[in-house]
């Protein structure tokens, strides 16, 4: 088992619409998360930092379930410029406890059409 | 402009023959990762480091040297490649690597790496 997982997708959806993607992990020990996104054969940048209580930025919303050991990220109103890929980023604590791992989800794919 | 910084952006190799893809941050940050990004796999860690001089092993590090002589420069060696190290590679920065912490981390604009 993976230790992040997410839906490849491709999420195909229309302008306007909302979308609403999960990520599971698998170490209860995972200590931050994060929503990078990626556009086409660019560099990773970082979409939201996802905390316990839940934040929004704008159209997007990210929400954390350590019981269920998930994350998710819903785009409201979704923009052409939406298109990307959306990473889902966890982080552990090392056994040295000075440092921390991070462990990428391979991406959801979104395409949002005029 | 605050960025992450790599050379070369685009590399044809040939197995054996020894190379090194440089990063560089202009932000003064403590901590600097190697990624490779493969279809399918996301990126994964191949060796990090959280201050000069300090580097250690990430998820796939076999193959792959570093070094953090300075706080700005963190350059990636492939001593021998091979065609398994044909990839997608980023850089990465942030303020520290902190085991809770919530810091961005900074990406260079990638280099792809083709060992024939």
């Known amino acids: 088992r993976k230790e992040v997982e997410q839906d490849p997708g491709p999420f195909n959806v229309p302008e306007g619409a909302t979308v609403a993607f999960n990520c599971t992990y698998s170490n209860s020990a995972s200590q931050s998360f994060f929503w990078y996104r990626q556009d086409c054969r660019k560099e990773p940048k970082l979409l939201m930092s996802v905390y316990s209580s839940g934040n929004e930025d704008g159209r997007f919303t990210a929400q954390l379930n350590r019981a269920s050991q998930y994350i998710s990220l819903l785009i409201r109103d979704s923009k052409l410029s939406d298109s990307a890929t959306y990473l889902c980023v966890v982080t552990l604590p090392l056994s040295s406890g000075s440092a921390r791992q991070l462990t990428f989800g391979s991406g959801t794919q979104l395409t949002v059409l005029p | 402009e605050a960025q992450v910084t790599q050379n070369p952006r685009y590399l044809i190799t040939v197995t054996g023959k020894k190379l090194t893809v440089t990063c560089s941050q202009n932000?003064?940050?403590?901590?600097m990762s190697w990624y490779r990004q493969d279809p399918g796999l996301g990126l994964r860690q191949i060796y990090y480091?959280?201050?000069?001089?300090?580097?250690d092993k990430g998820d796939v590090p076999e193959g792959y040297k570093v070094s953090r002589k300075e706080k700005r420069n963190f350059p990636l060696i492939l001593e021998s490649p091979s065609p398994n190290q044909t990839s997608l590679y980023f850089c990465?920065?942030?303020?520290?690597?902190?085991?809770?912490?919530?810091?961005?981390?900074?990406f260079g604009p990638g280099t792809r790496l083709t060992v024939l």
């Open positions: 480091s959280m201050n000069v001089e300090v580097t």
């Open positions: 990465a920065s942030s303020i520290s690597g902190g085991a809770f912490s919530y810091n961005e981390q900074f």
């Open positions: 932000m003064n940050h403590e901590y």
